[in-house]
């Protein structure tokens, strides 16, 4: 044993006695750190409950309710059909937590957490999807011994048929759930990505595994004249290219089916990006992703890559906590840090790896990379 562990080992049989506990509360200097931990380490026993009272304010559209300016608990138990004491309860428990605040004259009004709610589709579509992930948390160990099937599992119609022929043949019907929670979901991450990197540098943008084309959708309206290109499973791009005909954007941006473990990507874009796609899969079936990339861009081409990443500075709970155990529950997939994503684009054949700056690193982080020489890559990556 270190002297380190012998530390550490000395620090924590102090720290747990409850003689040093209580005189830690007590004594002036310490009070206010044995404060902020046990107000931690209560947050983390309640913080199943606290998510639970924002699904209710969003099943019930108080958000919205109160957009319209404050209310009394007696108008607000009328609009939501509660009873008085039961919405007094809520609203008092959804003002604690910030949500909403309660003026002096006993009226409620939005907080300032629950103004950011007004409106925004993109986090209340995660928050009702969150009452599913729950459920399969709520026996973290089986989870983790993977001893039955998950909901999550089933609701991404594809985990755990990584390019399979039943992926490739998804219908429409299977796949609509998620494809418009993964598009009420992308707005958080589109513009992150936007502001990132210029894309008006380049000619022609294949957004890969694109959903049903929300991102190309934002790039779009953003960056006129850029040429676009998505491809996902058949079922998926049929919904894109419905979108892309909608918005009337058809004669600019093209939807292709197919699975990018089994068939090439369209060629022809100089900048193709990978939004929200790696961190679904396992390193051999991301590998596989990133050399199919490298195979449909140019020499001179370029690679985004944005995902949330493990290790993300003032968010590490994110990526090893968060991303760790939800996509445990899907039943495939990793959060990876820069670093393990740069080692995995290095085999795939990329070089000149950076990691760019965005606006809200906790929702997503963008990497930007650029295919080696071929004679290079081959000779540098490995199989």
Known sequence: MTWTDRFFAWRDRVVASPTFQRWAAAFPLTRPIARRQASQLFDLVAGFVYSQVLLACVRLRVFEILAEGPQSVTTLAHRLDLSENSAQRLLAAASSLGLLAQRSDGRFALGQLGA?????????AMVEHHASVYMDLADPVALLRRDSPTRLSDYWAYAGDEGSERARSLRAEQVADYSALMSASQPLVADQIIDAYPLGRHRCLLDVGGGEGTFL??????????QLKLFDLPAVAERGRLRFEAQGIAHRASAHG??????????GADI???VRVIYDHDDEHAL????????????????????????TPGAEAMGDAYFGFYLLAMGKGEARTPAQLSALLSLAGFGSVRVLPTHLPLQ????????????????EAQP
Do not use: C, Y
Request: no cysteine; glycine share 8%.
């Open 258 to 267: 197919g699975s990018f473990f089994d068939d090439p990507l369209p060629v």
């Open 272 to 274: 193709v990006s990978l």
């Open 217 to 226: 959708s934002h790039v779009a309206r953003r960056v006129p004249g850029l």
């Open 364 to 379: 997503t982080r963008v990497i930007v990379a650029r295919p080696l020489a071929v004679n290079t890559a081959s000779h």
């Open 288 to 311: 596989k992703i990133l050399r199919a990339v490298r195979a449909a861009l140019p020499d001179g081409g370029t690679l985004i890559l944005a995902e949330p990443m493990a290790g």
């Open 116 to 124: 950011v709610m007004v409106g925004n589709r993109a986090v209340a």
